[in-house]
């Protein structure tokens, strides 16, 4: 069965309009066995998700978007409690007083170095996303290869626990070179 990994609930201000309950609701009137969440730089309902999920007898999936320096984005998704763990020590990174005292709502990748993330599963590859990003701006410039040291430095720290989604539709010129170079990687 499908399960969609980018479900944003009204914590993602801006990005999403149901409340975690909702979502629990529609995915249930749905059949669906599973269902994510997976907000923007805020764990703040996935209490509420995990227990209505459990009730309605769903598998919660608990992830969070993360807003990197450059602005783009990776998907990071708990495997388990160890991995929901460091889930949260890594939005209380991203929205520490000291990362809004200067204006930097975001997540340092190099932070994740000390961590345990394990437990933790990588996605890139979504129009937004770090290795999205950084491939158009590599055919922008063609003078160094960005996408090698951008995927590099997520599989040494994900190892086997990084993924690269494909997505894109074919009627756009630039998200079919996208693919051809995803394929390649």
Do not use: W
Not at 24 to 53: P, Q, R
Not at 108 to 132: A, F, N, P, Q, R
């Amino acid at each position: 069965m499908y399960i969609p990994l980018f479900i944003h609930s009204y914590f993602s201000l801006l990005r999403g309009l149901n409340s975690p309950t909702q979502i629990i609701e529609k995915a249930k009137s749905f059949n669906m066995s599973a269902c994510a969440l997976t907000d923007i730089n805020s764990m703040a309902g996935c209490v509420e998700f995990y227990k209505k999920a459990k009730d309605q007898n769903i598998k919660p999936i608990i992830g969070l978007l993360a807003t990197l320096e450059n602005f783009s984005t990776i998907l990071l998704i708990a495997l388990n409690e160890s991995g929901y763990k460091s889930l949260l020590k890594i939005n209380s990174r991203i929205n520490s007083s000291t990362n809004f005292k200067y204006n930097q709502n975001y997540l340092d990748i190099d932070y994740l170095k000390k961590l345990d993330i394990s437990h933790i599963v990588c996605i890139t590859g979504h129009e937004g996303s770090s290795l999205y990003t950084e491939l158009v701006e590599d055919f922008k410039i063609k003078e160094e290869n960005l996408v090698g040291v951008h995927i590099k430095k997520l599989l040494d720290l994900f190892q086997d626990n990084l993924y690269i989604e494909l997505q894109f539709s074919e009627d756009n010129k630039l998200s079919k070179e996208i693919k051809k170079e995803y394929i390649k990687i």
